[in-house]
């Protein structure tokens, strides 16, 4: 087992491009999240996946965010029209569903990918 | 609504020394708690966790955290600070599994 890996690690991108990130999980982890992060700050929620479904979504993501399953493994993140208040660091990670008092939410996270909208 | 609150952006302990790294969390009902530690240009790494069974928990590297409802804490702690454990920490909250919200961070320098 590989652990969760994002690509790209690094991305610069020009205001107003769409850039879209990938996450591959861990094989069989279920649950699969997505985070931003800047500088100074702790990882902000920004949505969940069960399997294919988007089961939660954060009420501070912009329109121009869209996240996709489509086959319950690997994700992506699209950004839209970027701006630069989207440049920081793009986590993933990943966690198994066990059943019962099993259930921890025990997360693996990716090494991230780092936006920098110029 | 849950949060987490971690009380000091910057610790600073001599090698050898206790750490204690503090988290605070407001929820409705007990929640399940983290510990996270993110060492430089690497991913986060979960430290420990509280589910709700046993309130004294043990994790890697020596740390460990009590969870106490009275105050609504879980503070991290390490008898024996190293060099090695100088990074950024996290203390994160979640209820159902579906939303986790992370404090701000710790960042831990450890005097040699």
């Known amino acids: 087992d590989t652990g969760v890996s994002q690509n790209p690690r690094h991305k610069i991108t020009k205001r107003g491009q769409n850039v879209t990130f990938r996450c591959d999980p861990i094989?069989?982890?279920?649950?699969l999240y997505w985070y931003r992060q800047t500088l100074g700050q702790g990882p902000e929620f920004l949505t969940y996946f069960q399997n294919e479904a988007q089961l939660e979504k954060s009420r501070l993501l912009s329109d121009r965010f869209s996240a996709e399953r489509p086959k319950g493994s690997f994700s992506t993140l699209e950004i839209q029209r970027t701006e630069q208040g989207d440049s920081a660091m793009y986590l993933c990670?990943?966690?198994?569903?066990?059943?019962?008092?099993?259930?921890?939410?025990?997360?693996?996270f990716g090494p991230g990918t780092r936006l920098t909208v110029t | 609504a849950q949060s987490v609150t971690q009380l000091g952006s910057h610790v600073s302990v001599s090698e050898g020394a206790l750490v204690l790294l503090r988290c605070n969390y407001s929820s409705s009902v007990p929640p399940y708690l983290f510990w996270y530690v993110q060492y430089p240009n690497q991913g986060l790494q979960l430290l420990l966790k509280?589910?709700?069974?046993?309130?004294l928990v043990k994790g890697i590297n020596g740390f460990e955290a009590e969870f106490k409802k009275s105050e609504t804490s879980f503070h991290l702690t390490k008898p024996s600070a190293h060099m090695s454990d100088a990074a950024e920490y996290f203390c994160?909250?979640?209820?159902?599994?579906?939303?986790?919200?992370f404090g701000t961070g710790t960042s831990l320098t450890v005097i040699p």
């Open positions: 994160a909250v979640s209820l159902t599994g579906n939303q986790f919200y």
């Open positions: 094989s069989e982890h279920n649950r």
């Open positions: 990670a990943s966690s198994p569903k066990l059943a019962g008092v099993l259930d921890s939410y025990e997360q693996y």
């Open positions: 509280y589910t709700s069974a046993a309130t």
